[in-house]
C-alpha cells in the first residue's frame, strides 16, 4: 500500500536529549513538510522541501533541524534548543492535482520530553 | 497574522446539512483554499479545494464568494462519523497555512 509512514507513533525522551523521527513515503511525491500541533492549535509548519537536498523553513523552525537525502524521506531532528518540544509531529506530501495540490499526511508522532 | 478564521466549534443534527464558515479576508488572487479534516489526532485528510469556483465532490461542496474573502464547505447529509476538527487552510503556493480549526459534532 503506497502512503506515509511516521514512526514511532510515541516517543518519550529526557529534556536535554536530541531526538529524530522519521518520515518515509512511498508515493513518489516531491514534496514534503514537518507540522508540529499543539493541544487545541491548527498546525504549524516547521520545515517543508520541495526537491530533494533542498528544504526550506516554516515558521516555527528554531531548534528543529531536517535532512532530505532521499526522495522518500524527510527525518525531523528535535533538538535540545527546542525550548517546549511536547507536542504531535505530523509529516505531509504533496503532489500537483487537477487545479491545485493535495497533502497526504502520516499518523504523525507524539513526542513527550520528560 | 493567520490567514483564515474559523468559529472554534459548532453542532449540527445526523442527516442535516453541515454549513461550516471560514474567513480569509488576506487571500491573493493565486492562492487556493483547502479543506481538511481530523479525527481523533490521526493525520488530517483532503476535503475539497478551490480557487474561485464553487466545487463539489463526493464528500462535500465547496462555497466561494465572488470577492474570495470568505468560504463555506458543506457537508449535505451530516453522519456521526463526521464527528471531527475542520480546518480551512490557505496554499500559497509553497505552503499550506492552517487556521485553528472548526470543530463539529453530529448529533444523533
Known amino acids: 500500500d503506497g502512503g506515509i509512514t511516521q514512526s514511532p507513533k510515541y516517543l518519550f525522551r529526557k529534556e536535554g536529549q536530541n531526538v529524530t523521527l522519521s518520515c518515509e513515503q512511498n508515493l513518489n511525491h516531491d514534496a514534503m513538510y514537518w507540522y508540529r500541533q499543539d493541544p487545541g492549535q491548527g498546525l504549524r509548519l516547521i520545515y517543508y522541501s520541495q526537491i530533494v537536498n533542498d528544504f526550506q523553513k516554516g515558521d516555527i523552525a528554531e531548534g528543529y533541524s531536517v535532512s532530505r537525502e532521499k526522495k522518500e524521506s524527510f527525518p525531523l531532528t528535535v533538538t535540545s534548543a527546542q525550548k517546549n518540544p511536547t507536542a504531535f509531529y505530523l509529516c505531509?506530501?504533496?503532489?500537483?492535482?487537477?487545479?491545485?495540490?493535495?497533502?497526504?499526511f502520516g499518523p504523525g508522532t507524539r513526542l513527550t520530553v520528560l | 497574522d493567520a490567514k483564515t478564521t474559523q468559529p472554534p466549534s459548532m453542532d449540527c443534527a445526523e442527516g442535516r446539512a453541515a454549513n461550516l464558515p471560514c474567513n480569509h479576508s488576506?487571500?491573493?488572487?493565486?492562492?487556493?483554499v483547502y479543506w481538511y479534516r481530523q479525527i481523533h489526532s490521526q493525520g488530517p485528510q483532503y476535503i475539497i479545494h478551490?480557487?474561485?469556483n464553487n466545487e463539489t465532490n463526493e464528500m462535500a461542496s465547496l462555497i466561494i464568494t465572488e470577492d474570495r474573502k470568505s468560504s463555506t464547505l458543506i457537508l449535505p447529509h451530516a453522519t456521526l462519523r463526521d464527528t471531527a476538527v475542520y480546518y480551512c487552510i490557505v496554499y500559497t503556493g509553497n505552503q499550506f497555512y492552517f487556521g485553528t480549526g472548526t470543530s463539529l459534532t453530529v448529533i444523533p
Open positions: 505531509a506530501s504533496s503532489i500537483m492535482v487537477a487545479g491545485g495540490y493535495e497533502q497526504f
Open positions: 488576506t487571500i491573493s488572487g493565486n492562492e487556493y
Open positions: 478551490g480557487l474561485k
